[in-house]
């Protein structure tokens, strides 16, 4: 089993950032791959972006590339969304998912274990 909090939501302009944290209770994180994942009112979780269990490769929606950077600290057992230029379409709330394959893939399937959330919003 794997604990995930994620932390560093709020409320923004848009054109604002915020950075968010993934902390995991695991011995083990450093093999695995982590992604983040959000989901607005009434619509389904879509991918944003994962990274590889050594941080060495990344992957991004198309929707967030130049905005959006992935990073971990293994020795913390953290990840972190560093979010930029941030819309009002960013809006949701953000999941935090591990890939016990350790490879940064884009497919919600492949993701276990999930945090409670971090509402991020975005005003016009």
């Known amino acids: 089993q794997v604990r995930l909090v994620e932390s560093g939501g709020g409320l923004v302009q848009s054109g604002g950032s915020l950075r968010l944290s993934c902390e995991a209770s695991t011995l083990t994180f450093r093999s695995y791959a982590m992604g983040w994942f959000r989901q607005a009112p009434g619509k389904e979780r879509e991918f944003v972006a994962a990274?590889?269990?050594?941080?060495?490769?990344?992957n991004y929606a198309d929707s967030v590339k130049g905005r959006f950077a992935i990073s971990r600290v293994n020795r913390r057992n953290t990840a972190y969304l560093q979010m930029n230029s941030l819309k009002p379409e960013d809006t949701g709330v953000y999941y935090c998912s591990v890939n016990l394959d350790g490879v940064a893939v884009p497919s919600l399937d492949r993701y276990r274990y999930w945090g409670q959330g971090t509402q991020v919003t975005v005003s016009s």
């Open positions: 990274v590889s269990w050594s941080g060495d490769n990344v």
